[in-house]
């Protein structure tokens, strides 16, 4: 057991927890903290240390006597108080849909569609954007922080978890913690919650569409369709905060229940999200395929294709150009040579095709 809470427990979780029920914790002492309060159970004042360093040979054991006290005069048992402890740097977000019975086979996508709530707020952390093909791989590394806990009675659910306390941080906490990319992670979901209430109140989505640096973007609201099977199912979300760091959102006001109109919302939302505004841009990467069916020097009217490979939003992507005969025998020369080249023209996408119209040609490299 001292093992194991030496694993589970952190140092700023086990203050927070014990500050919380008016024990003292003095950090007077070099090289440990001191708990103390008085007990009206036993008639005196109990007292103990806690290493600072979490390498001290009896670490585990300090902590485990502490809990065992507490536990001992509160009547609780060991678990009870250590999961009281625990939640004090956890921030647990609660999912569940309606029917309560659903197949194992339903359930491994709306475990997969909640990974990719969290993948894709996560992203939007890093990059604000309306749309992402993939999870930016900064945002997968947050995910990765998150843990599945169990499922809950009630309906079919599963709790998901993430400390918001980390060990290099356990010393240093006092000092006024940041708020980890993890909880701005679930704020984020928070915001889109909000923001589809909004749009029910005043019929309209174009608020929420707007508000994608900050809340949804059409990923998450695909991942929340797909968690109540496109909309079909009723569902609820639940957070609770870690008491560890302050929330901008007041713990009560962090339920909602999903349904058939607001499903139409984030449906309405994922569509307008995903639509893609033509830019003007400039590209450079290397020609990697060409294609026509005429003949380049003898054809009255010539078509040809080329794909560029380019990158764009931070992904290596291939652009697809319809060139002039002229364009076309640049494009086949650099690509000959290898050379790289840049164009310039109005970016497209269809689906997740990118294409570049009225293209002209910049330079070869």
Request: charged share 25%; with cysteine; net charge negative.
């Amino acid at each position: 057991m001292i093992k194991e809470l030496n694993s589970q427990i952190n140092i700023s979780g086990l203050i927070s927890f014990f500050r919380s029920v008016n024990w003292n914790v003095s950090e007077e002492l070099n090289d440990a903290y001191e708990f103390s309060n008085y007990s009206n159970t036993i008639d005196k004042e109990i007292s103990m240390y806690i290493p600072k360093n979490s390498n001290f040979i009896d670490y585990g054991r300090r902590i485990s006597e502490l809990i065992t006290i507490y536990a001992n005069l509160n009547k609780l048992t060991i678990d009870e108080v250590i999961g009281n402890i625990l939640r004090q740097s956890l921030d647990v977000m609660k999912a569940s849909v309606n029917p309560m019975q659903i197949s194992v086979e339903d359930a491994f996508y709306k475990v997969k569609s909640l990974r990719k709530l969290i993948q894709f707020s996560a992203s939007s952390e890093i990059k604000h954007r309306k749309n992402f093909d993939v999870p930016i791989g900064a945002g997968n590394s947050i995910a990765n922080k998150f843990e599945f806990g169990h499922t809950f009675v009630g309906s079919f659910g599963f709790s998901i978890s993430s400390n918001v306390v980390y060990p290099q941080e356990q010393l240093s906490f006092l000092d006024g913690p940041t708020i980890p990319l993890q909880r701005r992670t679930l704020e984020r979901i928070v915001v889109g919650m909000q923001d589809i209430q909004y749009a029910l109140e005043i019929d309209s989505v174009d608020e929420l569409v707007r508000n994608y640096e900050n809340g949804l973007n059409a990923k998450m609201c695909d991942a929340l369709l797909e968690f109540a099977n496109d909309g079909t199912h009723s569902s609820k979300f639940m957070i609770n905060w870690s008491s560890f760091i302050d929330s901008q959102f007041n713990q009560y006001d962090c339920l909602w229940k999903l349904s058939k109109k607001e499903y139409e919302v984030i449906n309405e939302a994922s569509r307008r999200l995903q639509e893609f505004e033509p830019i003007e841009v400039s590209l450079m990467g290397k020609i990697v395929t060409l294609h026509t069916v005429h003949n380049i020097d003898k054809a009255d009217k010539f078509s040809g294709t080329a794909y560029l490979k380019t990158a764009i939003d931070d992904r290596t992507v291939d652009v697809k150009m319809v060139l002039s005969r002229f364009n076309y025998k640049k494009a086949l020369d650099a690509h000959m040579k290898g050379l790289e080249i840049v164009v310039k023209g109005e970016l497209t996408k269809t689906n997740t095709v990118y294409e570049l119209v009225n293209v002209s040609w910049q330079t070869s490299v």
